[in-house]
């Protein structure tokens, strides 16, 4: 099982952008597919984006399309999340995540390993 660690977190003014990362501290997930959800105070945890195990497939909430890319870089076992445009509704704990397969998958149930979270948050 990979071992993913977020950065890149902080506090931005709305219109700012903000690149989130996420590395493997143990094994590579080169062969994983990778996903980003959010979490706010009081609300269910919600799919942002996800990309496949070659990088060649990306998907993304309606609520972030447009202002919101996912990207990979097996060789570095690292993913990002770059997000434009932020807005205050943006404000959440991110989370990245990991499993196994050769598809795309947007469910929380479909991931096996988390990691920490870090806190984004948008002043207007």
């Known amino acids: 099982q990979v071992q993913l660690v977020e950065s890149g977190g902080g506090l931005v003014q709305a219109g700012g952008s903000l690149r989130l990362s996420c590395a493997d501290s143990?094994?590579?997930?080169?062969?994983?597919?990778m996903g980003w959800f959010r979490q706010a105070p009081g609300k269910e945890r919600e799919f942002v984006a996800a990309?496949?195990?070659?990088?060649?497939?990306?998907y993304y909430a309606d609520s972030v399309k447009g202002r919101v890319t996912i990207s990979r870089i097996n060789g570095k076992n690292t993913v990002y999340l770059q997000m434009n445009s932020l807005k205050p509704e943006d404000t959440a704990v991110y989370y990245c995540?990991?499993?196994?397969?050769?598809?795309?998958?947007?469910?929380?149930?479909?991931?096996?390993?988390w990691g920490q979270g870090t806190q984004v948050t948008v002043s207007s």
């Open positions: 995540a990991a499993r196994g397969g050769s598809y795309i998958y947007t469910r929380q149930s479909d991931y096996s390993s």
């Open positions: 143990g094994r590579t997930f080169s062969n994983y597919a």
């Open positions: 990309v496949n195990w070659s990088g060649g497939s990306t």
